[in-house]
């Protein structure tokens, strides 16, 4: 079903996942605003895509950059139809090496975001009595972290709290909020930021046999945004290969 005339924002639009998210929601035909900390990786992307996308460059991180950054897209779209929380960054330090500076930053980003994001969003949904909002959360919050750290796993468990909670006072106004919960897709997270060991270790314990793919999250992802996804809020789909059910 289309989305021709949504307003889709995404966050870490310019990452692995994200840059699959903007494609697919494009594909959708929403517009999409994509907000992330690199600039040149924004460029390509709206090289890429011209009208269909605006490219939003802000720190997360600041709360200021990102109120203000939200305010300007508000003023110029009117409002947002579809926010996607993506954005994040890993860290893979347990509780000992984890310094509350590294655990302010992550959930800053990881968490904090999402929260002021959907905050500023969601009277305008309201308003309209559509809107949906998709949170990137993590296998790591149910696993408590194979090898992802303590800070990041804490944030992702954030965040589906985040979701339940959004979803509660949301669902009688037209509005869903759900969540997606991937383990080990295929992204510098995962190329870069685990060993050799640790991924071959991973990747033998991950029943399907394989990492999961940027498009398969941004899958799920747009068929949790879509009108027909409607009637389900407050869900945690997990995407893991089989390591995990619940
Ligand atoms: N890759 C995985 O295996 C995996 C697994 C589970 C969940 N996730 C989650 O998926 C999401 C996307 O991950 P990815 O693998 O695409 O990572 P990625 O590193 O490829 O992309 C993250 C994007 O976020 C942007 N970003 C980072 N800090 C920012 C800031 N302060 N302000 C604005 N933008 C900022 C980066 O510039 C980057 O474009 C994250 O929330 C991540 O935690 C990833």
């Known amino acids: 079903m289309t989305q021709s005339g949504k307003i889709a924002v995404v966050t870490g639009a310019a990452g692995a996942i994200g840059k699959s998210i903007v494609s697919a929601l494009v594909s959708s035909g929403a517009h999409v605003v994509m907000m992330d900390l690199d600039a040149a990786k924004l460029e390509q992307l709206s090289a890429k895509y011209g009208d269909a996308v ?20 508000l003023e110029k779209f009117n409002r947002v139809d579809i926010l996607v929380n993506n954005a994040g960054i890993l860290s893979n330090n347990k509780m000992a090496e984890t310094t509350l500076e590294e655990w302010r930053k992550v959930h800053a980003i990881n968490l904090d975001a999402a929260f002021l994001l959907s905050k500023a969003v969601l009277p305008g949904m309201a308003v309209v009595k559509w809107g949906r909002i998709v949170n990137v959360a993590s296998y790591a919050a149910k696993s408590g972290g194979l090898t992802a750290g303590t800070a990041y796993s ?60 940027p498009e398969e999250v941004a899958h799920a992802v747009t068929f949790l945004a879509s009108p027909l996804a409607g009637f389900i809020t407050g869900e945690v789909i997990d995407m893991n290969g089989g390591l995990y059910f619940d």
């Open 54 to 73: 605006s490219g939003v460059q802000v720190d997360l991180a600041n709360t200021d950059q990102l109120l203000g950054a939200m305010a300007s897209i």
């Open 154 to 213: 804490v944030s992702k468990s954030g965040m589906i709290g985040l979701t339940f909670s959004t979803a509660r006072e949301t669902t009688a106004k037209g509005i869903t909020v759900n969540a997606i919960a991937p383990a080990y897709v295929m992204s510098p997270m995962v190329s870069e930021q685990l060993t050799d060991a640790q991924r071959a270790k991973q990747l033998s314990e991950i029943p399907v046999g394989r990492f999961c793919e």
